[in-house]
């Protein structure tokens, strides 16, 4: 799956006790889980020139068996 880009304004969790409401909200809104996907590697930025703090996170990763069948 592509690597998705949430952006959350700085305003909407400034409070920390909320900040997780809004990542899940954000999560939510783009088609993922925030307990599944997963962010790829340092990708949690602060970006403080447009206030927002920027995620880049992978889908999950799906594997097929293509095993040979029963082992006896």
Do not use: N, Y
Not at 24 to 33: V, Y
């Amino acid at each position: 799956m592509a690597v998705k880009e949430l952006r959350l304004p700085f305003h909407k969790i400034k409070d920390s006790q909320k900040i997780t409401d809004v990542q899940e909200r954000a999560f939510k809104e783009a088609g993922l889980d925030m307990h599944r996907d997963e962010l790829t590697g340092e990708e949690l930025i602060d970006d403080h020139d447009r206030k927002e703090r920027v995620l880049r996170v992978r889908g999950r990763r799906t594997f097929i068996d293509l095993g040979k069948g029963k082992r006896t």
